[in-house]
């Protein structure tokens, strides 16, 4: 009895912890992000599927490049760089060339990661810097569409996939045409509203089809329904912050509102600007990135509407038609700002008394 | 969380903190039993917050239960009481739960003795001036029995300028495990309310809440019935979350007040003390008599008999583990609760005044709760929504990594932190924040120290 000592050990408190890891986080956000995918092959075919591989690829790669020439234990097995990978992909137009979204992925990781010293320490967005770089470096190759569900389009690839490293792209006209796709004008519906302007109509795109994702655009940028629901899964189990999202829809319906009000004419509906282009996809996935948003409750409504406010500006009056990439990406920029600028009250002090000290 | 909140109104409760496991069924539902005598008991001379008592006795002189050992140095420090009949062994350091060996005095029990209570003196504590029953608190050597073991008296005695209103009582008990407050509510009613009433006049408060989470119906439905008619003490019901039973929360909750950031309740007009605290001073007093025993949950999946055990002060957690059985693969043992508790490191250490609670831990929950690997912080703001005082962990804890401890306390709020581990809780990368602030606020204590 009285011989059987245990053997202790002397821990800090608290001795209990209740919390998903960060590797089991970022492996549920690449769950969330699978049907998102699906649906990117769904209708753009095999395609999409080389896509999502080689920019999946590159990403992990050039995380696990960076940490063996730093003799560091290997990062990539907490997910993150997947998460960048499919990002990044669906961001790209399907019919992007593999190469040109390899190297994309190897600078977002490189330049916006791995830099900065990996893992939350990132300032920007690494898949979204990496789209920005090729949308610098490619202009054209990023605004070549095609169309949602064509035939044959899952045997077949769209002949810009694979184009030969450092060469032009093949064009994609012939190939659209050969699909006969009826009334497709290798645009898309954020195009179509800018050029919209007299020529053609602001509102050609159905809202409903833009809900459901049914209409040329980046692999995975569609669907708004698919993403909203995927998103919902993430903050119903606590892994992203849902008033993120909902901050940067916000910030767009007011920003849209105020200007489809001034002229209906000219500057398209709210509804329309939430439902098309990125905005969906970047509010639900890209912009709620932990890392790069603020952590304070009054900085990630600021981070949202800020958001919001820059993706309507961008995509009126800017020379691009889409603008939530760089609408996130300034975000990012102004996170540790925002965060600074809103640190919560604390229990038992007054802000005025911090003010006048 | 916003939803959450918007569910849970209707209940008084403060905002963020945590839902931990409670574990609490086991031995919430046990009558409070007695543990028997250790054959020798070890007490420190600083079971409180303050200076350590002075000895009154010397090696090889023979004590019987309830006599005083030591002796208050100062107001801010309190007596101490032979828990038991016997001879006086050894005066000299033995080891503690918080690390260094201390100061101690070790008592040989008398193997025949019965164990009466042979020292009293019976008083009128209704006839008693507030300033008479704090010579009276502190005459008993009491102190909070919740775990912060600050010098009930010293709460009693409200600074000059400030006028108390509320006395609160807490019964919250929000940490996993521990019911000692549960049991204490439920079996020792009357002399809590004796306890209360001491108290209110003490500080001269017109009222008393109690409060309670709503885990625990009996104990609300027991007190309710056995309030007085005239109003003056009530119950006051607040959710199940941790930690409310902090008793800044506690305040916010039950009276929407703040304690100013530094300040103690009084400043506020509350005074607050726990349950146990009270019922042990509600039975004490009229006897004149000191603490010398109390209730404690020993408990966790590594012991064969958990429960509710009156321990006299002094007893050793060997013998502890002896009377109870462990499980072979204990692996952890705990003073207090999982959250704020004290890991000791040696199975020499007595049961001292601010024990709430043994837990003895195994393989599995250090399996379940130690992180194999430390992440960066990913910014995810869990420990934002957690903290309880509202302070920003996630920055203090990327202040700390780059040791700029004055930045964290001039600018970030450091000293609020009371250190009540929900950050830590709920860091998915699982960095170890309290440890980090304990760590930050020792050395800029010790910097204040060395510039003085």
Same mark, same amino acid.
């Given at each position: 009895?009285?011989?059987?000592?245990?053997?202790?050990?002397?821990?800090?408190?608290?001795?209990?912890?209740?919390?998903?890891?960060?590797?089991?986080?970022?492996?549920?956000?690449?769950?969330?992000?699978?049907?998102?995918?699906?649906?990117?092959?769904?209708?753009?075919?095999?395609?999409?599927?080389?896509?999502?591989?080689?920019?999946?690829?590159?990403?992990?790669?050039?995380?696990?490049?960076?940490?063996?020439?730093?003799?560091?234990?290997?990062?990539?097995?907490?997910?993150?760089?997947?998460?960048?990978?499919?990002?990044?992909?669906?961001?790209?137009?399907?019919?992007?060339?593999?190469?040109?979204?390899?190297?994309?992925?190897?600078?977002?990781?490189?330049?916006?990661?791995?830099?900065?010293?990996?893992?939350?320490?990132?300032?920007?967005?690494?898949?979204?810097?990496?789209?920005?770089?090729?949308?610098?470096?490619?202009?054209?190759?990023?605004?070549?569409?095609?169309?949602?569900?064509?035939?044959?389009?899952?045997?077949?690839?769209?002949?810009?996939?694979?184009?030969?490293?450092?060469?032009?792209?093949?064009?994609?006209?012939?190939?659209?045409?050969?699909?006969?796709?009826?009334?497709?004008?290798?645009?898309?519906?954020?195009?179509?509203?800018?050029?919209?302007?007299?020529?053609?109509?602001?509102?050609?795109?159905?809202?409903?089809?833009?809900?459901?994702?049914?209409?040329?655009?980046?692999?995975?940028?569609?669907?708004?329904?698919?993403?909203?629901?995927?998103?919902?899964?993430?903050?119903?189990?606590?892994?992203?912050?849902?008033?993120?999202?909902?901050?940067?829809?916000?910030?767009?319906?007011?920003?849209?509102?105020?200007?489809?009000?001034?002229?209906?004419?000219?500057?398209?509906?709210?509804?329309?600007?939430?439902?098309?282009?990125?905005?969906?996809?970047?509010?639900?996935?890209?912009?709620?990135?932990?890392?790069?948003?603020?952590?304070?409750?009054?900085?990630?409504?600021?981070?949202?509407?800020?958001?919001?406010?820059?993706?309507?500006?961008?995509?009126?009056?800017?020379?691009?038609?889409?603008?939530?990439?760089?609408?996130?990406?300034?975000?990012?920029?102004?996170?540790?700002?925002?965060?600074?600028?809103?640190?919560?009250?604390?229990?038992?002090?007054?802000?005025?008394?911090?003010?006048?000290? | 969380?916003?939803?959450?909140?918007?569910?849970?109104?209707?209940?008084?409760?403060?905002?963020?903190?945590?839902?931990?496991?409670?574990?609490?069924?086991?031995?919430?539902?046990?009558?409070?039993?007695?543990?028997?005598?250790?054959?020798?008991?070890?007490?420190?001379?600083?079971?409180?917050?303050?200076?350590?008592?002075?000895?009154?006795?010397?090696?090889?002189?023979?004590?019987?239960?309830?006599?005083?050992?030591?002796?208050?140095?100062?107001?801010?420090?309190?007596?101490?009481?032979?828990?038991?009949?016997?001879?006086?062994?050894?005066? !000299?350091? &033995?080891? @503690?739960?918080?690390?260094?060996? %201390? /100061?101690?005095?070790?008592? +040989?029990?008398?193997? *025949?003795?019965?164990?009466?209570?042979?020292?009293?003196?019976?008083?009128?504590?209704?006839?008693?001036?507030?300033?008479?029953?704090?010579?009276?608190?502190?005459?008993?050597?009491?102190?909070?029995?919740?775990?912060?073991?600050?010098?009930?008296?010293?709460?009693?005695?409200?600074?000059?300028?400030?006028?108390?209103?509320?006395?609160?009582?807490?019964?919250?008990?929000?940490?996993?495990?521990?019911?000692?407050?549960?049991?204490?509510?439920?079996?020792?009613?009357?002399?809590?309310?004796?306890?209360?009433?001491?108290?209110?006049?003490?500080?001269?408060?017109?009222?008393?809440?109690?409060?309670?989470?709503?885990?625990?119906?009996?104990?609300?439905?027991?007190?309710?019935?056995?309030?007085?008619?005239?109003?003056?003490?009530?119950? !006051?019901? &607040?959710? @199940?979350?941790?930690?409310?039973? %902090? /008793?800044?929360?506690?305040? +916010?909750?039950?009276? *929407?007040?703040?304690?100013?950031?530094?300040?103690?309740?009084?400043?506020?007009?509350?005074?607050?003390?726990?349950?146990?605290?009270?019922?042990?001073?509600?039975?004490?007093?009229?006897?004149?008599?000191?603490?010398?025993?109390?209730?404690?949950?020993?408990?966790?999946?590594?012991?064969?008999?958990?429960?509710?055990?009156?321990?006299?002060?002094?007893?050793?957690?060997?013998?502890?583990?002896?009377?109870?059985?462990?499980?072979?693969?204990?692996?952890?043992?705990?003073?207090?609760?999982?959250?704020?508790?004290?890991?000791?490191?040696?199975?020499?250490?007595?049961?001292?005044?601010?024990?709430?609670?043994?837990?003895?831990?195994?393989?599995?929950?250090?399996?379940?709760?130690?992180?194999?690997?430390?992440?960066?912080?990913?910014?995810?703001?869990?420990?934002?929504?957690?903290?309880?005082?509202?302070?920003?962990?996630?920055?203090?804890?990327?202040?700390?990594?780059?040791?700029?401890?004055?930045?964290?306390?001039?600018?970030?709020?450091?000293?609020?932190?009371?250190?009540?581990?929900?950050?830590?809780?709920?860091?998915?990368?699982?960095?170890?924040?309290?440890?980090?602030?304990?760590?930050?606020?020792?050395?800029?204590?010790?910097?204040?120290?060395?510039?003085?």
């Amino acid at each position: 009895m009285v011989d059987k000592a245990p053997v202790i050990e002397v821990r800090t408190s608290p001795h209990v912890r209740h919390t998903p890891t960060v590797d089991q986080i970022m492996r549920n956000v690449v769950y969330a992000l699978l049907p998102v995918c699906a649906f990117a092959v769904y209708l753009f075919g095999i395609s999409a599927i080389a896509l999502i591989l080689a920019s999946v690829l590159a990403c992990v790669g050039t995380e696990q490049l960076f940490c063996r020439l730093s003799n560091k234990p290997s990062t990539v097995g907490d997910f993150s760089a997947v998460i960048s990978g499919i990002l990044l992909a669906l961001t790209l137009p399907p019919g992007f060339p593999l190469w040109m979204a390899a190297l994309a992925g190897f600078v977002g990781i490189a330049l916006a990661k791995v830099m900065f010293g990996g893992i939350g320490l990132n300032v920007f967005n690494p898949a979204l810097v990496g789209r920005a770089f090729v949308q610098a470096a490619f202009p054209v190759a990023i605004t070549t569409w095609t169309p949602a569900r064509a035939p044959g389009r899952f045997w077949e690839f769209i002949p810009s996939t694979w184009t030969f490293p450092f060469a032009l792209p093949t064009p994609v006209g012939q190939w659209v045409k050969d699909m006969a796709v009826d009334g497709f004008t290798g645009a898309t519906p954020l195009a179509l509203s800018k050029l919209g302007n007299g020529v053609v109509p602001h509102f050609a795109t159905d809202t409903g089809n833009l809900f459901m994702g049914i209409t040329a655009g980046s692999a995975g940028e569609t669907s708004a329904i698919l993403i909203l629901v995927c998103g919902a899964y993430l903050a119903v189990r606590r892994m992203m912050d849902w008033r993120i999202p909902a901050a940067v829809i916000l910030g767009t319906y007011l920003t849209a509102e105020i200007f489809h009000l001034m002229d209906p004419s000219t500057y398209p509906s709210p509804m329309f600007m939430i439902l098309a282009g990125g905005l969906m996809l970047g509010a639900v996935f890209m912009a709620s990135d932990m890392v790069a948003s603020p952590v304070t409750p009054v900085g990630v409504w600021v981070y949202g509407i800020l958001i919001g406010f820059l993706t309507v500006i961008i995509r009126l009056f800017g020379s691009l038609s889409e603008g939530v990439m760089y609408a996130i990406l300034f975000g990012n920029a102004a996170s540790p700002l925002i965060s600074a600028m809103t640190q919560p009250r604390v229990y038992g002090t007054s802000r005025k008394k911090k003010a006048r000290a | 969380m916003g939803l959450m909140r918007l569910i849970g109104q209707g209940k008084a409760t403060f905002t963020h903190g945590i839902h931990p496991p409670e574990y609490k069924e086991v031995t919430g539902a046990k009558d409070i039993r007695r543990l028997h005598f250790a054959p020798e008991m070890v007490l420190p001379l600083s079971q409180h917050f303050g200076k350590p008592s002075i000895p009154i006795v010397h090696e090889g002189q023979e004590v019987v239960r309830g006599e005083p050992i030591a002796k208050a140095d100062g107001f801010m420090s309190v007596p101490l009481h032979a828990p038991a009949t016997g001879v006086i062994k050894r005066i !000299g350091l &033995m080891p @503690t739960a918080r690390g260094p060996k %201390a /100061e101690a005095i070790t008592l +040989k029990l008398h193997a *025949g003795a019965s164990q009466d209570i042979l020292y009293d003196m019976q008083q009128d504590v209704d006839g008693m001036t507030p300033e008479q029953i704090v010579k009276a608190v502190q005459d008993t050597g009491m102190v909070g029995l919740g775990g912060a073991s600050f010098p009930t008296h010293v709460k009693m005695t409200v600074p000059a300028g400030q006028k108390v209103d509320t006395v609160m009582v807490n019964g919250c008990e929000c940490e996993p495990y521990l019911t000692t407050d549960h049991r204490v509510m439920l079996e020792y009613s009357m002399d809590l309310f004796a306890g209360i009433r001491v108290a209110m006049k003490a500080v001269g408060a017109e009222r008393a809440i109690i409060g309670i989470e709503d885990n625990k119906p009996d104990a609300i439905r027991e007190l309710r019935k056995a309030c007085p008619g005239d109003g003056s003490v009530t119950v !006051g019901v &607040m959710k @199940t979350k941790y930690p409310q039973g %902090a /008793e800044k929360m506690m305040i +916010k909750a039950l009276l *929407g007040r703040e304690v100013p950031s530094g300040g103690y309740p009084s400043a506020v007009g509350v005074s607050v003390y726990n349950v146990a605290t009270l019922a042990q001073l509600g039975s004490l007093l009229p006897d004149g008599r000191g603490l010398i025993e109390r209730v404690v949950t020993i408990a966790g999946p590594g012991i064969e008999h958990p429960g509710n055990y009156l321990a006299a002060l002094g007893t050793p957690l060997r013998f502890v583990l002896q009377q109870l059985g462990f499980e072979g693969d204990a692996k952890q043992l705990i003073l207090g609760g999982p959250m704020m508790g004290v890991s000791v490191s040696s199975l020499d250490v007595p049961v001292t005044k601010g024990v709430s609670g043994i837990l003895v831990l195994t393989e599995e929950e250090k399996a379940a709760n130690v992180p194999k690997q430390v992440w960066p912080c990913i910014k995810c703001a869990r420990c934002v929504q957690a903290c309880p005082i509202h302070l920003n962990p996630s920055e203090l804890g990327m202040l700390a990594a780059k040791r700029k401890y004055d930045v964290m306390e001039e600018q970030f709020h450091l000293n609020d932190c009371f250190e009540c581990g929900c950050c830590t809780y709920v860091c998915p990368s699982a960095i170890p924040l309290v440890q980090y602030f304990r760590i930050a606020k020792a050395i800029n204590r010790e910097n204040k120290e060395r510039a003085a």
